[in-house]
């Protein structure tokens, strides 16, 4: 990133002129999408997902090969998912801490001394991301379903795909990484909101399975991974199951998010 990225107006030598006419929006969004794979980590981040995708499709076929009614498109579409729902977060952190762990904050904020423009189009780049990692699971999944409907018999090869399945994998990929993205904010470390992105709703899920009354009364509104399975489906949730997932949603989304968003608004810049 360079300053002519963004070609704002040269402050004067007062201090920052916040009358200066705002950078379009729509840069501030392509500057955060080239951070999102022009860095080492996201680069090979990003590359990891076609390689393990790949791996993914290659031992299906080989698995289901005495199953051919497992191998079809809204099969692969499902297991290609998993890959991205993993990785993605991960460079949705590193979006945003990179810019305090690689001390370029100050940078990036004298460009653009409106913070909330910034937090505003990282979080555009995310929303940008989920819908691109829907896209590729698509693409895969038709690559793999194809190869299966070459190689086996019927019913291999099956190009049934629901409405259903495309809202279930938006919504997992939009929540893991608005997860990713809330602990970013909140914890401005890269290492630290990694392992509590990782760390945390596992050790809540652990506790589910510990504890039954637990897992009965609170787990099923507050464990994120229980309240996502009825979206690891091609099938529609039903209300109750969008409920718990909106609750889930608040506790590890928003409330992360929210204090993450004012601790960058009024985090001292060094």
């Known amino acids: 990133m360079t300053i002519t990225d963004f070609r704002a107006p040269l402050p004067p030598s007062a201090g920052i002129d916040l009358d200066s006419p705002a950078i379009p929006f729509t840069r501030l969004v392509r500057v955060e999408l080239r951070k999102l794979v022009d860095t080492r980590a996201s680069f090979w981040l990003t590359a990891s997902i076609g390689l393990i995708s790949a791996t993914i499709m290659v031992a299906m076929l080989i698995a289901n090969r005495n199953t051919p009614e497992n191998l079809d498109l809204g099969e692969f579409f499902g297991i290609m998912n998993i890959p991205t729902a993993i990785i993605l977060p991960v460079l949705?952190?590193?979006?945003?801490?990179?810019?305090?762990?690689?001390?370029?904050?100050?940078?990036?904020f004298t460009i653009e001394p409106r913070r909330e423009r910034i937090i505003g189009a990282k979080l555009t780049t995310a929303m940008i991301a989920a819908v691109a990692a829907v896209a590729l699971a698509l693409i895969l999944g038709v690559i793999g379903n194809g190869i299966a409907a070459v190689a086996y018999d019927d019913p291999a090869g099956a190009w049934e795909l629901g409405s259903a399945g495309f809202v279930n994998s938006f919504v997992i990929q939009a929540f893991g990484l608005l997860l990713g993205f809330g602990f970013a904010a909140l914890i401005l470390n890269t290492p630290g909101a990694i392992v509590a992105y990782f760390a945390l709703p596992t050790a809540l899920s652990v506790l589910s399975e510990l504890v039954p009354w637990f897992k009965e009364n609170l787990g099923q509104w507050v464990d994120c991974t229980l309240t996502q399975m009825p979206f690891q489906s091609n099938e529609w949730a039903s209300g109750g199951e969008w409920a718990r997932l909106l609750v889930s949603a608040v506790v590890w989304v928003a409330i992360p998010l929210g204090l993450g968003v004012v601790r960058v608004m009024r985090s001292e810049i060094k």
């Open 92 to 108: 949705a952190i590193l979006l945003v801490t990179g810019e305090w762990s690689q001390r370029t904050a100050l940078t990036t």
